[in-house]
Each structure stands twice: as structure tokens, then as C-alpha cells.
């Protein structure tokens, strides 16, 4: 949450779109391609304006397909390196971004999220949980995926999406969303960094010199035994990233018996109905996801290890992350789904009733009916609650 | 931090486009900056905006703020009908409310209301017109709101205000400042 320990006059007040902006230039980004739509286009227009004031470029190109490959070629000569958009456009990116992972080409790609499928809606949603963290194209590859919940975080997990992406070489991504993406509040920015004292990059194509053998950045393996061992070696990576990257938030779960988890967005609704519920004498508490991939399963299993008997995944949609939140359980607990999707925001009091319904043992609604038919889609048998199942 | 103002508003601001309430919600969102707190401003975007409810929310706490969207606010800037009718009902018990009468001429007539909701309603588009403050009728709205609920020190809000226009519009700040004055002696 905001920090505000930090003197007034340190922070500033900005949204979050542009906040992932200016973060970004500090982080060394000099180089942005991409293309307009809502709710993400304050990012676009933030750097249109500052970045060519600091020697960099910024290129609204024709497409996003355009766009990703820019960022492609940019990253593949060591530039840092963004691109940004909204669920549909992110979408059109999924190519590109799936090359830049199979050529280990760094660079990030930040995703706003609206509602869907298709054109969807404009306000906020969490429907590319799915698309982000089982891989945003084709081929066997995960990158980094990080998920701010506060305009302090779009500044931080910018800052270390770059960090994550040139270390690992690994395209990474930002998953927010339009409450994120658009709301006002303190952020206290990091320190701009000047791209030359950046580590240097000797697998970069930024010319030999003449002084060693050029360097090819590809994604094409006609040998099956190249490409597997390509595979394998980049999969000993992304081992790496997950014993060493999972990061979580924990409010309130040292001795909860009821852990709500929800990230971005969703965890701001949840945040505010697992006070109320502690309020009200339950034992709840929120696990945040801070990286989506690596998802933080040890911290799942150490809140179990502490007692936490019932988990609750909140999202805004019809239920992904809990399937993650399911393979860390690993039967060890009950799991259970609450979301609203299409844009809609579920109130924390909607939240706060699932709450209690499992403190009570009763059945939790995986979603409240918003349609004048009040009719949502019959909750399959494995989302019943663990007590309807006789748990 | 002094003892003289309230420690948690909720405010959801709301009219048409073009009424200045997102600015209104900018003034008061810096007030929190200023001195330290927890804020939040979580504009309407889409559609609405084009609409008869452009709206944003406004959060200012000593504790770090959950949902940026107000279901339940403590207080409440009305600038026109729809505005009353969608989020009257939404003001807590003993909030406060309120509303330029000069576009919602029916005020808070027949908006079914929590018990103990305090209703301000007064022709603030007209007022800032005969003053010769046209547009300000935003900042008339925002002085009266922080009159009735002190949401910060008046140091505060006047410093905010001075922060919240722009360089380039400094011949502004006067006729902001009489026009928050304004609202405050109502």
C-alpha cells in the first residue's frame, strides 16, 4: 500500500498508467512502441511526451503486431526496451512476444486489463490471467509476470520487471488493470538510473567491431535436438526464477483460518472485507500474489503449515488464478472461487458474504447473477464448497 | 497530526462533464498528500464520462485504502439530477450531501436517503455566475463540503488548491480561491 512514512514532498500524485511510464525511463527504458486503446493510452501519451526529451524514442506504430516486433529488434541490440496495451491489443502481440521468448530477447510488455473475450469492454477486468501465466503465445516458454495492486507498485515492479527481463533474458510482463491503470494516488518514484552504468549485454547484436565473432539472435531451430536442448536450457532458467522470484504479500494470515487470495485489482476489494471480517471475529486473512509466474506456492504452503484451512480466490473473472491456487493446495485445504467479470467490480460486501459463509460452513455463490434473469452458470461439482462435499 | 479534522472521507463527486468535479477531486486528493495520509482518486472512465454521472472517488484515510471505488460514501458532491438520484441512496447514515440545485432543481426530493444525512443544497452554477466566477461552481461546491466536514485543515486546502492550477493558468488561482470562500461562508 502507499507508504506514508516517506515525507510529503518526496511523493507525488499520478496515475497509474503514467506512473508506469516515468518508472520505466528511470529504470533505463529509452526505447517505447505501441499503439492506442483504453484504458492503458495515459502510458502511450506520457512517454510521447518525455521520452524523446531524454535522448529517447517513442514510436506510435501501425499495429501492436508492429509494435512487439520493434520492441523485438530493439531488445535484441540491448536496448531496454516496452511495449503496452490492452487486453485485445496484447492479444496481437502474442506473436512477437512468443519469438522474443524463443530468441531469450528481454523487454517488457505491460498489459492494462479490460474485460472479455473479443473487444470486450473498457473497464477494469482480470480475464488474461490465463493468457499471461500459460504463456502469452505459441511454444513452450512462461515469462515473468508481475501485478501491481497500488500506484507505489507500478513503480516498483517496473523497475524490477526490467531487472528480471535482462537477467534472465526473458521477455516480462506487467499485468494491471483499468482501476490501476487509472486511479490517482502517492507514489513516491525510484531513482533514474542512466542506461550506459546498466550491465552490458555481450549476446546483444549492437555490432562486433571487428573485436569477436557477430552474434544471431533467432527463434528458428530446424534440429529437433537444437531446439530441445534450447528448450531445456531455458527451462533451467525459468527453475531459477521460480526458487528465487515468488513474491507475495500477507495481511492478517498468521493465524487465519480463512485466506482470501486475490491480486491487482481484486486484492484491493478483498483487502477491505477481510478487515471487516476480522471485524467480525473471523479469522481471515489476504494472501497478494505479487508475481503471478512464478506463482508463490511456498507461501501458500506455509499458510497452511499455519493453520489456514479454507482458501477463497478472488478475481474479476470466471475463475482462473484458482486454479493455480488449487495445484499449491494440493487437496491439502478446501479452495473455493468468488469473481464478477465483463468489468463489473464486486463490492467488498459481496466479498465479506462469501467470508462468512465459509466461516459458517456454508456454500459459496462463485459469482453473484448481475443480469436482470439473476441467472449465472451452474457452478460445477468441484466448486462446491468443501463442505457440500462432505470435506 | 492535528485533532481538528476528520480522519476518513469517502466522497464520490459527480455531475456532468465538463462541471469540474474530477479538478474538485484533485483539490481534495492533494489535501491528503500534502499531509501525509493515505489517498485515493479513482476517476469514472468510458462512456460515463459523456454522460449525465461523471464521476470520481475520492479516499482520504490514516489507514492504507482497499477498493478505490465507493460503495459507501461519507460524503457526496451532487452537480446535477442523476448525480443525486444514483449516489444519494449511497451516502451513509449521518453523511453529508451536496448539491447544486441550479441543474438539480428537485435536489434530494423524493432520493430515498440514510437516516441522518445531512442535505446542502444551493444554487452553486448560478451563485458562481453573479459573482462573475463562471466554472467555479465546482470549487463553491467543495468549499461548503469542507466547511461541513473539516476534511482537512484549512492550511491544507488552501495550499492544495494553489497546488492544483496549473502554472500556466495562474491568473485562475484568485477567482478559485473567492469561489472557495464563497462556499465556506454559505
Keep these: ?391 | 497530526m492535528a485533532e481538528d479534522f476528520n480522519h476518513e472521507l469517502l466522497c464520490v463527486l459527480s455531475g456532468f462533464g465538463g462541471q469540474g468535479l474530477l479538478f474538485a477531486g484533485k483539490v481534495m486528493a492533494n489535501t491528503g498528500l500534502l499531509d501525509g495520509r493515505h489517498v485515493s482518486w479513482m476517476p469514472s472512465y468510458g462512456p460515463e464520462m459523456r454522460g449525465g454521472t461523471a464521476n470520481c472517488s475520492v479516499s482520504l484515510s490514516d489507514e492504507a485504502i482497499g477498493t478505490p471505488f465507493i460503495t459507501k460514501p461519507t460524503a457526496v458532491i451532487a452537480m446535477n439530477q442523476p448525480s443525486v438520484e444514483k449516489f444519494g441512496p449511497t451516502i451513509v447514515s449521518g453523511g453529508t450531501m451536496v448539491i447544486d440545485s441550479t441543474l438539480a432543481m428537485n435536489g434530494a426530493e423524493g432520493v430515498d436517503l440514510a437516516d441522518g444525512v445531512n442535505v446542502f443544497a444551493f444554487k452553486a452554477t448560478e451563485m458562481a455566475e453573479e459573482a462573475g466566477l463562471k466554472g467555479l461552481a465546482n470549487i463553491i461546491c467543495l468549499g461548503k463540503l469542507w466547511a461541513e466536514t473539516h476534511f482537512c485543515t484549512r492550511e491544507t486546502l488552501d495550499a492544495a488548491l494553489a497546488k492544483c492550477v496549473p502554472p500556466s493558468k495562474q491568473h485562475l488561482l484568485e477567482p478559485n480561491r473567492k469561489a472557495l470562500q464563497m462556499g465556506i461562508d454559505l
Design chain 1, 1 to 391: 500500500m502507499a507508504d506514508n512514512t516517506k515525507a510529503a514532498e518526496e511523493r507525488v500524485l499520478m496515475k497509474g498508467n503514467e506512473v508506469l511510464a516515468e518508472a520505466a525511463m528511470r529504470a533505463g527504458c529509452r526505447f517505447f512502441f505501441g499503439y492506442p486503446i483504453t484504458p492503458q493510452t495515459e502510458l502511450a501519451a506520457y512517454m510521447a511526451k518525455r521520452l524523446p526529451k531524454i535522448g529517447g524514442t517513442f514510436l506510435q506504430a501501425e499495429s501492436e503486431v508492429a509494435a512487439i516486433n520493434m520492441v523485438y529488434g530493439a531488445g535484441a541490440a540491448g536496448a531496454r526496451v516496452m511495449t503496452s496495451s490492452s487486453s485485445p491489443g496484447v492479444s496481437l502481440k502474442s506473436e512477437g512476444a512468443s519469438y522474443m521468448a524463443g530468441a531469450d530477447v528481454p523487454g517488457v510488455i505491460v498489459n492494462v486489463m479490460r474485460g472479455g473475450p473479443g473487444l470486450g469492454g473498457i473497464q477494469p477486468s482480470q480475464s488474461d490471467y490465463f493468457q499471461a501465466t500459460r504463456a502469452l503465445g505459441h511454444g513452450d516458454y512462461f515469462m515473468p509476470v508481475l501485478a501491481p495492486s497500488t500506484v507505489q507498485e507500478m513503480a516498483d515492479l517496473i523497475y524490477l520487471a526490467f531487472d528480471l527481463a535482462d537477467e534472465y533474458r526473458t521477455p516480462t510482463m506487467i499485468l494491471a488493470d483499468g482501476m490501476i491503470g487509472q486511479m490517482m494516488e502517492p507514489v513516491s518514484l525510484p531513482p533514474a538510473r542512466d542506461p550506459k552504468t546498466l550491465p552490458t549485454k555481450p549476446w546483444a547484436t549492437a555490432g562486433h567491431k571487428g573485436e569477436r565473432a557477430h552474434n544471431v539472435i533467432n527463434s528458428l531451430y530446424l534440429s529437433p535436438e537444437k531446439l530441445e536442448d534450447t528448450n531445456r536450457e531455458r527451462f533451467e532458467r525459468y527453475e531459477k526464477i521460480r526458487a528465487t522470484q515468488q513474491r507475495q504479500e500477507l495481511m492478517m494470515c498468521d493465524d487465519a483460518e480463512i485466506v482470501v487470495v486475490a491480486f491487482g485489482a481484486a486484492s484491493r476489494i478483498a483487502r477491505t472485507a477481510v478487515r471487516d471480517a476480522r471485524a467480525k471475529g473471523i479469522k481471515a486473512g489476504l494472501l497478494r500474489p505479487i508475481t503471478l509466474w512464478p506463482y508463490p506456492t511456498d507461501a501458500i504452503d506455509k499458510v497452511i503449515d499455519n493453520g489456514a484451512k479454507r482458501f477463497l480466490s478472488v478475481e474479476l473473472n470466471m475463475g482462473q488464478m484458482v486454479e493455480d491456487v488449487r495445484l499449491a493446495v494440493a487437496g491439502r485445504a478446501s479452495v473455493d472461487f468468488y469473481g464478477r467479470t465483463g468489468g463489473v467490480l464486486p463490492t467488498p460486501e459481496e466479498v465479506l458474504a462469501q467470508i462468512e459463509a465459509l466461516a459458517e460452513g456454508r456454500p459459496v455463490a462463485p459469482s453473484a447473477g448481475g443480469s436482470a434473469t439473476g441467472s449465472v452458470l451452474p457452478a460445477p461439482i468441484d466448486r462446491k464448497s468443501s463442505y457440500e462435499r462432505g470435506e
